[in-house]
């Protein structure tokens, strides 16, 4: 049974900074290609990174590049996000997910609240 848990989450205020991490057990992290999105308040869940098994990391372009970087570390099973610069239309609940090829991504996280203040 594979789980991931997102944790870093947090009020901050525009300008400011967070990590995100999210930790996966149960299954083989190293083959998977990790993904984090977010779901602002009224508003459809949105992609924000991706980062496959190789390293190459993938970013929505419109919305966060340039100001947040995801990263890997496969010896601790873990994901991570970080974001600078934030704004205040970055608030919402941030989910990691895993998949194990293309396609729809296979294993979420309960998710974790980021606010951030102007």
């Known amino acids: 049974q594979v789980q991931l848990v997102e944790s870093g989450g947090g009020l901050v205020q525009a300008g400011g900074s967070l990590k995100l991490s999210c930790a996966v057990s149960?299954?083989?992290?190293?083959?998977?290609?990790m993904g984090w999105f977010r779901r602002a308040p009224g508003k459809e869940r949105e992609f924000v990174a991706r980062?496959?098994?190789?390293?190459?990391?993938?970013y929505n372009e419109d919305s966060v590049k340039g100001r947040f970087t995801i990263s890997r570390d496969n010896a601790k099973n873990t994901v991570y996000l970080q974001m600078n610069s934030l704004k205040p239309e970055d608030t919402a609940v941030y989910y990691c997910?895993?998949?194990?090829?293309?396609?729809?991504?296979?294993?979420w996280g309960q998710g974790t609240q980021v606010t951030v203040s102007s």
């Open positions: 997910a895993a998949r194990s090829g293309y396609g729809a991504y296979d294993h």
């Open positions: 980062i496959r098994w190789s390293g190459g990391s993938t």
């Open positions: 149960g299954g083989t992290f190293s083959a998977y290609t």
